[in-house]
């Protein structure tokens, strides 16, 4: 019995030992060094307004949206807000966070994206659970697409109600920006100019209705796709030339086949990275 006992001890020692070895992701600060996750806790939750940057069909990194923002809200008031869901689509946002819809409402009144259930109903439930406002900051699509084919000039034909869903126009835009400079050359067969104006147009509106909704004293963060905010550009660069003076952090995910080391190509794209394994599953 007890050499039984002994040998389960060791066969579940063993295993847990091999699951410490493979880690499904680890986490660096901007310059690659490693960082354990509650000094990063401890870092952002200091901020005024934190960017985290997503690939949209990774487990792990929704998972640790969500874990960061129980964590965080443990000692500051929150404030969410995200890509996924349009300016337009906010009432009905609201009305589910108040109780007035139902999750089967929310879906027939909201462009909800393909992965709400699985990446970001559990981020819009632990904000109607805990009273969090939750700000739906980004353009609503169509606008976006105008601009890709007509450039900013075509905003200027909209009603003053759907102005309201994008950030004040005329939109700022630095084309010499090197993440705009690269997605012109990476699709120059797409729009040419137009292309990286829409990407502007989403990053100022975000960046506009995130400050809309900012409260000071409290921590904002805002879900995002990594390209939207990494290397301190897209949504940062609109926040700091409208509030210069509030405090940001910038979180961004890579994909690597070894997760040890980051490599140099990944170092400097935010103030903390969060390095997946490349085999990981995804959501969709």
């Known amino acids: 019995m007890k050499k039984t006992l002994l040998l389960t001890v060791i066969s579940i020692s063993t295993v847990f030992s091999f699951a410490q070895k493979k880690p499904a992701y ?31 069909n990774n487990p792990i990194v ?44 929310l879906d027939s009144n ?17 904000a109607k659970e805990n009273k969090i406002v939750f700000a739906a900051t980004n353009v609503p699509r169509r606008y976006a697409s105008l601009v890709a084919r007509g450039g900013f000039g075509s905003l200027d034909t909209l009603s003053q109600k759907e102005k309201s869903w994008i950030a004040p126009l005329p939109i700022d835009y630095d084309p010499e920006l090197p993440g705009y400079k690269k997605m012109k050359e990476m699709m120059p067969d797409h729009g040419g100019d137009n292309l990286p104006k829409a990407q502007a147009t989403k990053d100022a509106t975000m960046a506009h209705f995130i400050l809309e909704n900012f409260k000071q004293g409290s921590l904002f963060i805002h879900y995002n796709g990594s390209y939207h905010s990494e290397n301190y550009e897209g949504i940062l660069w609109y926040l700091k030339k409208k509030r210069p003076e509030l405090k940001y952090a910038t979180i961004t995910t890579v994909s690597q086949k070894d997760i040890g080391k980051l490599l140099a190509e990944n170092k400097g794209k935010a103030d903390f990275i969060i390095c997946v394994d490349e085999d990981m599953t995804t959501t969709y």
């Open 26 to 56: 680890t986490l660096f600060t901007g310059n690659g060094k490693k960082v354990s996750y509650g000094k990063m806790i401890k870092k952002i939750a200091q901020k005024d307004i934190v960017l985290f940057g997503e690939f949209h």
């Open 62 to 105: 929704h998972w640790l949206q969500l874990k960061v923002t129980r964590d965080c809200d443990a000692s500051r008031d929150l404030v969410l807000g995200a890509e996924m869901f349009e300016h337009d689509n906010q009432q009905a946002l609201d009305q589910y966070l108040q109780g007035k819809l139902s999750a089967r409402g």
């Open 110 to 126: 909201a462009r909800l994206w393909p992965n709400y259930k699985t990446d970001y109903a559990p981020l819009v439930n632990y």
